[in-house]
Nanobody, 112 residues
Framework: QVQLVESGGGLVQPGESLRLSCAASGFTFRNYAMTWYRQAPGKEREMVAKITTSGSSFIYVDSVKGRFSISRNNAKNTVYLQMNSLKPEDTAVYYC?????WGQGTQVTVSS
């Protein structure tokens, strides 16, 4: 079955960290760039970070630069999003995307 499954979301306080994971199955993961998106309540979905097939190049939306880090393990068919120094404005449902496939999303809530 071709799918992406995110995990690792949760409720944290401002300044804390979370690590999201996205496990791929049913396709040749290493052949596809992977992207993390997020969608906050009442807002459009936005690209957060993207990583190339080899993991050697990546881009970030300005609002997360210096705080978030995207990485991938092609042997484990998994892409990660390390999120540090979280802010309330990072609250959203986070989705991974690749090969025209979307995961179901994982909720991240940053609140004191």
């Amino acid at each position: 079955q071709v799918q992406l499954v995110e995990s690792g979301g949760g409720l944290v306080q401002p300044g804390e960290s979370l690590r999201l994971s996205c496990a791929a199955s049913g396709f040749t993961f290493r052949n596809y760039a992977m992207t993390w998106y997020r969608q906050a309540p009442g807002k459009e979905r936005e690209m957060v970070a993207k990583i190339t097939t080899s993991g050697s190049s990546f881009i970030y939306v300005d609002s997360v630069k210096g705080r978030f880090s995207i990485s991938r393990n092609n042997a484990k068919n998994t892409v990660y999003l390390q999120m540090n120094s979280l802010k309330p404005e990072d609250t959203a449902v986070y989705y991974c995307q690749g090969n025209a496939i979307w995961g179901q999303g994982t909720q991240v809530t940053v609140s004191s």
